[in-house]
């Protein structure tokens, strides 16, 4: 329980707005992307500067309620929401700025990744987002972040430059490769741990306004076909061109002949924003496998970065896990097709994204991201269901398949934004022991008391009594 004359005295001073059960406001927080997740915290502030920040971090302490920042509430397994606790919501902390002239971005730590592509796109920019809009880009960017550029331009946080954090003690830092550079280090990748970051500063390339994009479909008993055919495309493609397979169902879309919606089979997906002629080359390789329908197509980047939102909607019940892949062998491909048709949620998918390129040209030790840079595929199982009874099924679907991925994969660490469970023991399976021991020297020096631990906590490093 919180002391009700403590929220009222809070209230008096903040700038923000505070939310308690009842108020407008309320809900639309404590309701994150995921339904499955229904919590309740005890105070929802919703800041809209870096002060107000401060000023919820310091309220929260002195209540002694534990603390959970919400950006754009994606995460899968609620860590935006904690029950009965305090919810620092970035929702107003959401402006984006961009220098086309040093090619900079200047983002809030609340906005989402359409804010964030739409306005580097007027400038014909762009820097790796992930793949739905209403993503929020400071859980993804922290987590590392993948998506279609991720072979051009490396993870999302290999592209950050600065960053504004408040730190648990309310005080405030900008980290960058020459300031706090051992935070600056443990951001990209180590997810919420160490602050509250109200600005992401980025890096932007050159990328026009067009990106091409093909999308051919393989049935289930062409599936070992398609699947050899997409681990071959690495070596035949140039290596900035983002390949990825989804075993789904076919969606109800205009290229989908009728006979195919909603059946299950697989996806191969390429897209670049090079030349239009690479793509129509890619699509000529794949068309020799004769797949049963494709769209071909160009379209504006900010197009192809929406293209998934359908599948994605808010208010879906789901469930995921992930692994990375060295390669895709014959045995794995056994595995894919076992469990291909087996989900009930209309949503529900695996995906393979292939690695290398950029991505495997920056060295493992440049950021505290834990995924192998010797990767060759980035391996998802995701359950998205309407109902929570479809979810049952397909969680128990998610689990078996990853436990059957395991001896094809590298280790059972695997991506901290694709997970659903963060006890200690998969937190640092995740990151591996050399890195989280790092991590937890630099969580001892900016969250000694662990203050921001409703996330993929690492726990901070026992210090050497004065
Ligand atoms: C539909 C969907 C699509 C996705 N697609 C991709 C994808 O293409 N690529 C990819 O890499 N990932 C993807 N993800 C995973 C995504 O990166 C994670 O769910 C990530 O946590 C989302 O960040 P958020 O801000 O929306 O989440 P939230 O749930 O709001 O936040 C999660 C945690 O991140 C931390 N956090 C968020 N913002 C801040 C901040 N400003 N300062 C400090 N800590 C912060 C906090 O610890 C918080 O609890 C997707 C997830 C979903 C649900």
């Known amino acids: 329980m919180v002391d009700k004359s403590a929220i009222a005295a809070f209230r008096e001073t903040f700038t923000g707005s505070v939310y308690l059960s009842g108020d407008a406001g309320y809900e639309n927080s404590r309701n994150v992307w995921n339904a499955d ?156 741990n160490f602050g509250i970051v109200t600005e992401f500063v980025f890096q932007l390339h050159e990328i026009g306004d067009t990106a091409n994009v093909g999308m051919f479909f393989f049935p289930p008993e062409r599936g070992v076909e398609a699947m050899q055919l997409f681990r071959e495309l690495r070596d035949r493609l140039p290596d900035d061109m983002a390949i990825i397979a989804f075993g789904m169902r076919a969606p109800d879309a205009p290229f989908v002949p009728d006979e195919f919606r909603h059946t299950h089979g697989y996806f191969i997906q390429l897209a670049t924003v090079g030349p239009a002629a690479e793509l129509a080359a890619a699509a000529a390789i794949v068309r020799e496998a004769s797949p049963a329908f494709e769209l071909v197509t160009p379209m504006r980047y900010v197009e192809l970065q929406s293209m998934n939102d359908a599948f994605n909607p808010w208010g879906v019940h789901g469930y995921e896990k992930a692994v990375y892949l060295p390669a895709i062998s014959d045995d794995a491909i056994d595995v894919m097709q076992k469990y291909l048709t087996g989900t009930r949620g209309a949503f529900s998918y695996f995906g393979a994204m292939t690695l290398g390129g950029q991505y495997a040209r920056v060295a493992d030790e440049d950021a505290a991201w834990a995924g192998p840079r010797d990767a060759g595929y980035h391996f998802i199982m995701t359950g998205t269901c309407e109902t929570a009874e479809e979810l049952v099924h397909d969680r128990q679907w998610v689990k078996e398949f990853w436990s059957d991925m395991q ?58 009594p004065a």
């Open 37 to 192: 997740i229904n919590r309740y915290p005890a105070v929802v502030a919703s800041c809209g500067s870096t002060d107000e920040v401060a000023a919820a971090i310091a309220f929260g302490r002195r209540q002694g309620l534990e603390i959970s920042v919400r950006g754009g509430g994606h995460n899968f397994a609620g860590l935006a929401v904690a029950e009965g606790g305090l919810m620092i919501h970035l929702e107003k902390i959401n402006s984006v700025r961009v220098d086309p002239a040093s090619k900079r971005a200047w983002i809030g730590g609340g906005a989402a990744l359409g804010d964030l592509d739409a306005a580097c796109s007027e400038h014909g920019l762009a820097v790796t987002a992930g793949i739905v809009t209403h993503t929020g880009v400071g859980g993804l960017t922290l987590g590392g972040g993948v998506g279609f550029l991720l072979r051009r331009f490396g993870l999302a946080c290999d592209n950050l430059l600065e960053a504004e954090v408040v730190l648990a003690d309310g005080s405030v830092v900008r980290a960058n490769r020459e300031n706090h550079a051992d935070l600056f280090w443990a951001l990209r990748g180590g997810g919420g």
């Open 407 to 464: 001896p094809h994969g590298m280790g059972s660490g695997s991506y901290i934004n694709n997970m659903n469970e963060y006890d200690e023991n998969r937190v640092r399976a995740a990151y591996g022991a050399e890195k989280y021991e790092r991590l937890s020297r630099i969580k001892a020096v900016y969250d000694p008391e662990n203050v921001f631990h409703h996330n993929q906590n690492i726990k901070p490093a026992a210090t050497a």
